[in-house]
């Protein structure tokens, strides 16, 4: 780790908890959660959000006063605290959902979402992003934003969702939302 997780937790305390919550498990929906992603991947968004091209105005305002220094702490910090399960709130949507995480869509080129981000939803450490545990409205928020691809982009998922119809989008963020 290059950052100091105890500096890292002093910022969030005080800057980041108030959305993000103090134990990384946020309330409201639209404010993810911290799941142990890694460092690096986190590293990433932050960095997008400070360049302008991951574009949501309250986590641009956010980075924009992180150093350099500040990112990596933030980071080391986050990368270490534990997702806590959830439940799915809309388990209507769950066969649905699980088909597509599981198999995708053939019809329409959806691939399975599993192959990359896992069949438990750990994704691949480095690679692709843990999705486990992760509140539902956040992850549809970001299937349509890399599918509308003005505010996130991404050149696979920004394919995947560009494939997808907002009931799958929904369907399979719930069924996300519980793995
Ligand atoms: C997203 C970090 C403060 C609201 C994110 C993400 C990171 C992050 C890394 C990307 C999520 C991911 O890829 O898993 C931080 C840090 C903060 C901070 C380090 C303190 C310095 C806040 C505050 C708010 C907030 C105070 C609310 C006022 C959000 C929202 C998103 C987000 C709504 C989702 C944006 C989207 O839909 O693309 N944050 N955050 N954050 N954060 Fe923060
Ligand atoms: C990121 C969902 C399939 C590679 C994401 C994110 C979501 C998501 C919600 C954002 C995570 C966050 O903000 O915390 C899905 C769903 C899939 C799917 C629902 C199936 C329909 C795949 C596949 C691959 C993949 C098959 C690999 C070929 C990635 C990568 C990122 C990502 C590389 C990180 C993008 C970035 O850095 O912004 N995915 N995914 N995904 N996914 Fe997927």
Redesign the pocket.
């Known amino acids: 780790s290059k950052g100091d997780p105890v500096k890292g937790k002093q910022?969030?305390d005080t800057?980041?908890?108030?959305?993000?919550g103090a134990d990384g498990n946020s309330v409201?929906s639209?404010?993810?959660t911290?799941?142990g992603?890694t460092e690096a991947?986190?590293l990433t968004?932050?960095k997008n959000?400070k360049a302008g091209t991951?574009?949501?105005p309250?986590?641009m305002g956010?980075?924009a006063?992180?150093s350099d220094a500040?990112?990596l702490n933030?980071?080391a910090y986050?990368s270490q605290q534990k997702p806590k399960a959830r439940e799915a709130s809309d388990k209507t949507q769950m066969p649905l959902g699980k088909k597509i995480y599981q198999a995708g869509n053939s019809y329409t080129h959806v691939p399975a979402c599993m192959a990359c981000h896992g069949p438990a939803g750990k994704g691949i450490p480095d690679q692709f992003?843990r999705l486990g545990s992760?509140h539902a409205a956040?992850i549809a928020?970001?299937l349509n934003?890399f599918k509308v691809g003005t505010?996130?982009k991404n050149p696979t998922m920004s394919d995947i969702a560009s494939r997808m119809s907002d009931a799958e989008m929904k369907a399979v963020a719930e069924y996300i939302s519980g793995l």
């Open positions: 910022i969030v800057v980041c908890a108030a959305c993000h409201a639209a404010n993810p911290r799941r992603n991947y986190l968004q932050l959000f991951r574009n949501n309250t986590m956010m980075a006063t992180l500040d990112m933030v980071t986050f992003p992760q956040y928020k970001q934003d505010a996130r």
